[in-house]
């Protein structure tokens, strides 16, 4: 079965600084990766998704499959930044089609 | 945001009284989902639907029913409320298409059993 990890379940950071959010996952097909945030009180929504590559609100994530991660990274963190974000992972066949899995997330809290 | 909406979005309820939790999204999408978020746990996913009809558990069924009627519509039911199902429930739907299988959220449930 596929596995997401985040090790870190708090991360401070100073506004400016920059920050890296920690993905790793067992899967040993192709899988499709997506981080997720939650501000305060609201529902999660999509960040990124590994396959459109694009770079969102500043973040960016790059797949490597040696090392099998997904690390979210900003060179300058904001304070509006702070917010819990979740790494997911999707099969795209066999018993699990169509859904998620995912870490157990990772409270970012941005200091001014 | 409005295509997938849930409620209530609050709901006190007692041990052993049964609740339901709505969901409604009006975008068709085949695929729905149920999860609960727990401090610790991250998001785990209850039961699935992939079509109308058509439900699986996920890794944490026990305690609850669901339901598929129609499409847009995944209802979700505690039979017998109790404290450990304390927690924020959320809905959510996929078109589960070629591509991607971006989810999309409903706003939440905060549920309390006493």
């Keep these: 079965a596929q596995r997401v990890t985040q090790p870190e379940k708090l991360l401070s950071v100073f506004k400016g600084a920059p920050v890296e959010l920690k993905c790793n996952y067992s899967y040993s097909g192709s899988p499709e990766l997506f981080w997720y945030v939650q501000y305060s009180r609201q529902r999660l929504q999509l960040l990124l998704r590994h396959i459109s590559r694009e770079s969102i609100k500043g973040f ?53 | 945001d409005a295509g997938i909406t849930q409620s209530p979005r609050y709901k006190i309820t007692e041990t052993g009284r049964q609740v339901t939790l709505m969901c409604h ?12 978020q727990d401090l610790g746990h991250g998001l785990r996913l209850i039961y699935y639907s992939a079509a109308a009809d058509i439900t699986d558990k996920g890794e944490v069924p026990d305690g609850y029913v669901v339901s598929r009627s129609k499409t847009e519509n995944f209802p979700l039911t505690l039979e017998s409320a109790t404290r450990s199902q304390t927690s924020v429930y959320f809905c959510a739907s996929s078109d589960g298409g070629q591509g991607s299988h971006e989810q999309y959220f409903g706003p939440g449930t905060r549920l309390t059993v006493t």
Excluded at chain 1, 85 to 92: D, F, I, P
Excluded at chain 2, 25 to 36: C, D, E, G, L
């Design chain 1, 60 to 112: 960016t994530a790059d797949l490597n499959k040696g090392e099998t991660s997904f690390h979210l990274k900003k060179p300058f963190a904001q304070e509006e930044d702070s917010a819990m974000y979740y790494c997911a992972l999707s099969v795209l066949g066999g018993t699990s089609y169509g859904k998620l899995t995912f870490g157990q997330g990772t409270i970012l809290t941005v200091h001014p």
């Design chain 2, 25 to 36: 999204q009006t975008w068709s999408h085949s695929y729905m989902f149920w999860y609960r």
